[in-house]
């Protein structure tokens, strides 16, 4: 199935000295669009798409990672698997 894209024709409103736009309360709720979205330049203009709000910042990850208490013990048998021999041409 071929997917539709829908093209609607909106204007630019006054706020303040900057321009927005009006998205209607219909299409807010069938994309689940909250207070912030992203904004996307493409080489075909301008995306606005729902902000990954599950998306972890760097220190959410590495607390993630700690939390894990992940066991590193084999980490050395990897480091030494023989590629440290080969000649890369470097």
Known sequence: MEKQIRARDIKLIPIGNSKGVRISKALLQKYGLNNSLLLEETDRGLLLRKKDENKLSWEDTYKA???EKE??????TTLLDGLEDEDFGY
């Open 65 to 67: 990672m700690a939390d």
């Open 71 to 76: 066991n590193w013990d084999d980490f050395d």
